[in-house]
């Protein structure tokens, strides 16, 4: 997938060119994979651009920093009205937002002491995640022959550059397998997650999803979802899930910013169900996608208004 740049980029407080986003080849990052970041989308919405769930984004960014002990010179507040103009400025509605802080050029060695942090944030055009007919259709994946990783390993509370290591690895067998993305066990063998969403299960239905014990990221989705279900009468549980259960579920989807809620057709090639997107898929999607883009009441203030900045 092609970056769609736009022009400007936020870096440590300041709008710049985005061309000169840069990062030298020997900064701790580079060398060491130490950045935390966030993947957020903005909709357009009735009554203009909305950041999705903004400051829960924000807060999971200072969470991951906390836990690799990496201290960010702004306020939440701050990175959310950053991101929010640097929306503005891109003069986009609907596109992705990305903060991302890095260990920067200065030292040497594993040790980050004393190597700077570096701040940036850009917002640029992005489209379905996984493919233009996922959302419709639903889509075909495989269980990798990766495991997540495993607790006292990478945390995977955090959302940090590093882990996508793993998330590439699953990728890219699962493409190579003719497969549009996976599901990763964890070391226990239980269901995990994807590379780069949450997985929920439908069974007499109910909803189930993997706790965060299993090795997963909490997904703002993830809990979005919950949300809805619950506001739908649906039930929710949160359990470990035996991969067998993922075959013989009457509807399977993932969730996430990036992929919102996507239906999954079949794992491993057997048909899920009936093979198509189930009436619950359909219904939770139907409520995400409505509220996101403000068709529906925003009853718990989750659209943070780009124009107010
Ligand atoms: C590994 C992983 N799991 C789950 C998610 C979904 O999280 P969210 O719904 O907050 O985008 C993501 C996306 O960031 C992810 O990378």
């Known amino acids: 997938m092609a970056v769609a740049e736009t022009e400007f980029a936020w870096h440590n407080g300041e709008f710049i060119k985005w061309a000169d986003a840069k990062v030298h080849a020997l900064s701790h990052v580079v060398n060491y994979g130490s950045s935390v970041f966030e993947g957020i989308r903005c909709y357009e919405t009735p009554r203009g651009p909305a950041i999705f769930r903004l400051p829960e984004h924000i807060r999971r960014l200072f969470d991951s920093a906390k836990i690799y002990r990496m201290v960010i010179p702004f306020t939440m507040q701050d990175i959310e009205r950053a ?8 003069g986009l509605s609907t596109c992705y937002v990305r903060p991302a802080v890095m260990r920067g050029y200065g030292t040497v060695g594993v040790d980050p002491t004393g190597a700077p942090i570096d701040v940036f944030i850009f917002a640029y055009p992005w489209g379905p ?22 607790p006292n ?32 066990l964890d070391t226990d063998g239980r269901i995990s997650e994807g590379s780069g969403e949450n997985l929920f299960l439908v069974r007499d239905g109910r909803l189930w999803t ?54 999954i057709k079949s794992v491993d090639r057997q048909e899920i169900g009936t093979g198509k997107p189930g009436p619950v898929t359909r219904r939770i999607q139907d409520a995400y996608l409505s509220l ?13 208004p780009v124009a107010a900045d």
């Open 83 to 90: 991101c929010a103009a640097a929306v503005a400025r891109a």
């Open 210 to 263: 993997t706790p965060l014990a299993s090795s997963i990221l909490p997904g703002i989705t993830r809990d979005t979802v919950m949300t809805l279900a619950r506001d739908l009468g649906i039930p929710v549980t949160e359990t470990p899930i035996l991969r067998e259960a993922v075959y013989i579920a009457d509807e399977l989807f993932f969730c996430g910013t990036a992929v919102e809620v996507t239906p």
């Open 292 to 304: 996101v883009k403000g068709k529906t009441k925003d009853e718990r203030g989750w659209l943070y």
């Open 153 to 184: 390993t990478h945390p995977t509370m955090a959302k940090a550059g590093g882990n996508y290591l793993n998330s590439q690895l699953m990728k890219m067998e699962a493409r190579a397998n003719g497969y549009v993305e996976a599901i990763a």
């Open 129 to 150: 995640y996984l493919g233009p007919t996922a959302l419709t259709d639903g889509v075909d994946v495989g269980t990798s022959s990766w495991a997540r990783p495993a």
